[in-house]
């Protein structure tokens, strides 16, 4: 302090100097006096210095006159004052990101999702040793997936999906032991889907939807046994369904639809996932007939199996699926050419939030029960075919 004073020769320059001291020491433990980390302020004006338009002014509070560690968005460790996580999410921010983000070191937390960022995810990211979560979803980001992100392996989340990202998804990305949800849905990846990331063991949601992917389904994946979310839907994948992938008994989202899979479903489907939410498989070539077990996978809100190639009776019990609400066979060869293929709309009127049961383009026989009048008051598509051959639809 008396050193300070001394050096400083107008009372000006003492204020400001104080007023410097005030504004230090809100920063809680600060170990030394005025001390900033040269290389974390540096790195954020480059971070800055690449964003190109800022409605908001979010980045008018990165300035001179306050802490690096008090800049909006900017979150620093106590004990340290080194950036711990960057927190920029939905700010109409225009630019790219600049590589000196590598030098973020203690970053723990990426969050720039909803901008307009593009150009490449620098791969000076796989520097952050400590990265756990990498949120950059919903922006324009091109090129390839950051192979070098495969470093960073404390990783927890990553989140790039709604991006213009293209090339393989690389093999890598399976050593990333403590990854607990993917998603790299609406992207351009192509090439097959990396069998090493049935590797991943903590992993929760996969969400690969909205691709180019081709091949198969990996065998592998019937390993991921804390998978809750599968979603491959929208691609190009072939092959039938690994069937080990059927006793993942955590699955909650199984959507595979929009690809050419085909094979047939198991019987015991509803016992060995019975917590099933959401069953997704239109579009696709898959063949066989309903499992009567669905029914016991009680906690089902959707069933959609339109536009594939099943055929015999739908399980007459449906309406035990008490939260049921959007039942879709479209475009199958369902029927048994019995009169009463209908009969299953007799158990649907128990539930009570279905509001879409489309039916039609099927070789249903026999007559509408009159249940059909008592089927859930949401109720607010149906299609089938008519007996006499035209069909309905509301
Ligand atoms: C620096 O940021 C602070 C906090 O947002 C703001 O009050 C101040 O006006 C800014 N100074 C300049 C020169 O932009
Ligand atoms: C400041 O950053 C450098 C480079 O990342 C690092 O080596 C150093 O330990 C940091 N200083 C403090 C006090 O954390
Ligand atoms: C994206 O950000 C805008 C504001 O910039 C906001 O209005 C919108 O709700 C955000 N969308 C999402 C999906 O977060
Ligand atoms: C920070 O990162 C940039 C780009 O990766 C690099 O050129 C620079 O030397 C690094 N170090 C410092 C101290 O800024
Ligand atoms: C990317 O990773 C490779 C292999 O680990 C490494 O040699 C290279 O330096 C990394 N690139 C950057 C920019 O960090
Ligand atoms: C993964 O996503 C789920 C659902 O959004 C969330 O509850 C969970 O906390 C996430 N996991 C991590 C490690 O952030
Ligand atoms: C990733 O972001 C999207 C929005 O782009 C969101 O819908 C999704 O839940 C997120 N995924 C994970 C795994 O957190
Ligand atoms: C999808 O894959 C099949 C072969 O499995 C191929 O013939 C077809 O061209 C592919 N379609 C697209 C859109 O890539
Ligand atoms: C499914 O799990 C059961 C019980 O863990 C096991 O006996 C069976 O072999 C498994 N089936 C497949 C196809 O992995
Ligand atoms: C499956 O559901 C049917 C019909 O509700 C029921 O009779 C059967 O006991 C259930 N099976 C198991 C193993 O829960």
Redesign the pocket.
Known sequence: MARLLSSSSTLFSVLFHMGFIVLASNVKASTAFGFTNKTDRQALLAIKDQILEDPYRVLSSWNDSVHFCNWQGVICSHRHQRVTILHLSSKNLVGSIS?HI?NLTFLRGIYLENNSFHGTI???I??LSRLQQLWLNINSFQGEFP??LT?CLNLRVINISENNLAGKIPSKLGSLSNLFNLSLFKNHFTGNIPPSLGYLSALRILDLNKNNLEGSIPFEFGQLLDLQILQLSNNNLSGVVPIPLYNISSIKFFVLASNQLHGSLPPDLGLTLPILEQFILGSNQLSGTIPPSLVNASRIVTIDIARNAFTGPVPVNLGSLLYLDWLNFEGNTLGTNQDNDLSFINSLVNCANLRSMLLSGNGFRGELPNSIGNLSTKLQQYKWNHPRGDWESH
Do not use: D, L, M, Y
């Open positions: 590589p590598g620098p791969p000076e796989g520097q192979t070098n470093s």
